[in-house]
């Protein structure tokens, strides 16, 4: 299988920042002191949004059986929604013994037959990975028959963490769909968005800003994502990332391949929303461009700033510690600055360099960097004097036993904090964690242990 | 009652089917300072920890052997398994100090390549229990009474001694955690001391700990485990747990066993309440007992108009499916469809017009012949689509808050079962009204 993927390109990704001084690049999993997901998880995550696309797991039921629909990523496709459909082949024992071959077949036949899907994406899984059926294959006999793409994705989860499994997706659209079709037109003002998932709507609180700019979203990877637009995304004049580094390697072979330049973003909070406007439009070059965003973000800050008036009068002199995971460090600590909140602390555990480097920069010399938030952010609560606490649902008790307002800051979260709009959803619901009584009364103690 | 209907199709389109090793996962959960250890691929761990959190709304302790493709190839579970045993006992602590049992159980990696845990269970010195439980077999109820077995035949000691006042519950894994313990409270009515296993009554009934705990955070104790064998009295309940049963009968011939298939309604709690009565030679059941037999009597009454003229589908793992139809039936819903996501026996008795083995794709086409769907979170934008009256049981429910305090079993619970299935069948019958006058 000469077209497999070669999983060791993937871990020396040169445009990581970690990658130019450690040994060796993206260490293995240690047995009993793992958490986090697989490959096969990052590559759902990346591609799962493309609606108008049937995703068909090729593995054992706990691969999709445990994971359908589970991400708010929202779409406005108007046929079925199919990334909030489960697919699998659910192999059996006989499939291991005797190839399960026959039997993907037969799933992408009656895919294709009862859902006519836009393309289908074949995920293989560890088992059948080991067995070694053989998707390239199927994939490429289907695709004559039913003159759809259907794509083969090779992220079984053994093959490491979810950011690999993401690359892996980034390189088999770039295999498979980027370049397969020509746009109906171009326009100067051209963009991809990479990494941009739209989980809970979050890109649709900025794209009518892109829109109102004269900025054409060609197309994402992958929220409110189309098959027809990723495979003409060769033609736009710049990759944004959104959040994600996993797709830097995704951006930087764009470049390499199609000569599109791209530039990392976050529209998390004000500041950082109004910088990637700002970015966007210079790196597009045109100095009309540039004035009307300048204006539209001067606009919109102001509209902001009315409305985030009674707020700020609660949140004066409110101190908050952030414990949550990658850009989020940063990004949501931006974001909270942006509402007057003071952050103390946030946690860089398993950051990145560069993110590491971010959060220092927003957080200002006095910030606390936590390497072991677990065990770091009791203390700071006090010796900070905190008020509020963001962070997964294991930290609840903390808030609890310091009896200080709690946000869990986990991507289940079913509202947006993207952008201008989302930031006032972010400062509801911190107004409403700091009104709220419960977390001085659910820790209390009983009346027998008084 | 019709026949079971087992298709045989190429895919599961939106599956309702849970894996083995997830079924295990909660059986290991229900002992208490027990840490799960799964071996397989990260990401069956990952995946697994995330679903049930989201169900119960609780840390959940799970580690993994983090299998990657190298040592897949290289490896025959003794660096990974052994690594992680010491990872888990050095560095995992609770409270009450470090684990006291590690649950070693498999994914469909290793059993692919053929890993022989039992050899390498051998090699670690901590307390460990190992099954196996290959996600590409079975499903969530046999995971789950695969490891309860194990339990049993791994640290259960053999004995003829008995004690009269002791009662065991073998509960099947889709009893919610006051289910077992309204159960566990209805045993001990009649002057028994009852252990549940596993016991998720204690451990992810949603309890607000001291501390965030990294071990399961209660459960049946190991050493209960070690001496349950001197039982007067075993409960068994779900054709899943008939094997548990069997094996704990196998560990003292003295023992009293008895089983049933489930204990939702009247006639499966009056059947529960004449063993007890029997086996601890009490006349009559004590008066709360009785209170309640008489408000199901009465909630059954209540809820039949509504319910007789209701077509349900019901779509549940098979356990679960032959109680909540049972109690339907009972009060005269009539269940046009029940959907299981694996086979069992017990489908043979579930009453239900249609009894099917599949996904929540095998309903398609058949809307007409139901108003209201019982289901998981799954079925929810189903009947959404389709303006089906909804009442969500059975895994996963990432819906709603507060399913461990949810009890649909004994005279109680099917009461409080009965009416908010009746409610939601009127309530639907109302907006299908509204929506014809508007049209």
Known sequence: MATKLKVKDFLDEPACAH??????????????????????????????????????????ITCVGASWETRATHTSWAGRDLTQMGFTTDVSLNDVIFSGEEKLQHAIDRIAADYSPRAIFVYSTCVTALIGDDLDQICKAAQEVYAIPVVPVHAPGFVGGKNLGSRLAGETLLRYL??????????????????????????????????????????????????????????????????????????????????????????????????ALLSIAEALGDRNLIERTRRLIEREEARLEENLLPYRRLFAGKKAILNTGGNKSWSIAAALQDLGIEVVATSVGKATEADREKAREYLGADGVLMQNPGAEQAPLIEERGAHLLLAGGRSLYTALKKQIAFIDVNQEKKRSYGAYAGLLNLAEDIKNALENPVFTLAGRNAPWDE | MGRVEKNNPPLQINPIKLSQPMGATLAFLGVDRCMPLLHGGQGCASFTKVYFTRHFNEPIALQTTAVTDVVAVLDGGDYSIVEAVKNVSSKVYSEKGGPALIGLYTSGLPETKGDDIQRVAKQVDSPLVYVNTPDYSGGLESGWALTCTALINQICRSTTDINPKKAVLLPHVSMQPLEVERIKEFIALF???????????????????????????????????????????????????????????????????????????????????????????????????????????????????????????????????????????????????????????????????????????????????????????HCASMAHRLGKGY???????????????????????????????????????????SDMRFK
Not at chain 1, 30 to 56: N, R, V, W
Not at chain 2, 341 to 354: I, R
Request: charged residues 20%; proline residues 5%; hydrophobic residues 40%.
């Open chain 2, 391 to 433: 009442v969500t049981r059975g895994f996963p429910n990432w819906e709603e808050v507060g399913n461990q305090l949810k009890d649909d079993l004994l005279y109680a619970g099917s009461a409080f079962f009965l009416c908010e299935c009746a409610n939601t069948a009127t309530e639907q019958r109302e907006e299908h009204r």
């Open chain 1, 178 to 275: 980027v370049g397969t079709r020509e746009p109906e037109y171009v326009t100067p003002f051209d963009i991809n968005l990479i990494g941009e998932y739209n989980v809970t709507g979050d890109m649709w609180q900025y794209t009518p800003l892109l829109e109102e700019l004269g900025i054409r979203v060609l197309a994402t990877l992958s929220g409110d994502g189309r098959i027809e637009a990723i495979q003409a995304a060769h033609r736009a004049q710049l990759n944004v990332i959104v959040c994600a580094k996993s797709l830097i390697s995704f951006t930087r072979r764009m470049e390499e391949m199609y000569g599109i330049p791209w530039i990392s973003q976050s529209f998390y909070g004000k500041r950082d929303t109004s910088a």
């Open chain 1, 19 to 60: 990658n130019s001084h450690k040994a060796t690049p993206c260490s293995a999993p240690k047995p009993g002191a793992t958490s986090g997901g697989c490959a096969f998880e990052g590559a759902q995550i990346s591609l799962f949004p493309y609606a108008d696309a049937a995703h068909l797991v090729h593995g054992p």
């Open chain 2, 191 to 377: 002057g028994y001391e009852v252990l549940a296993l596993p016991d998720l009554s204690t451990s992810l009934d949603g309890h607000l700990g001291e501390k965030q705990a990294a071990l399961s955070s209660g459960g049946i104790e190991v050493a209960q485990i070690e001496s349950l064998a001197d039982a007067a009295l075993v409960l068994s309940v779900g054709e899943s747990m008939r094997p548990c049963g069997e094996a704990l009968q196998g560990k003292n011939p003295h023992m009293r066993w008895h089983h049933f298939s489930h204990l939702g309604g009247l006639i499966a709690t009056d059947a529960l309440t004449q063993v007890l009565l029997r086996e601890s030679g009490t006349k009559t059941p004590p008066a709360s007992v009785r209170r309640w037999r008489k408000r199901l009597q009465d909630a059954m009454l209540d809820t039949h108009f509504s319910l007789g003229q209701t077509g349900f589908a019901v779509v549940a793992e098979p356990d679960q499916l032959a109680s909540l139809c049972r109690t339907l039936y009972e009060a005269g819903g009539r269940v046009q469809y029940a959907v299981s996501p694996t086979d069992s026996a017990v489908l043979e008795h579930v009453e239900a017009e249609h009894v099917i083995v599949g996904d929540l794709a095998s309903l398609d086409g058949k809307e007409g012949d139901y108003s209201v769907l019982v289901g998981n979170f």
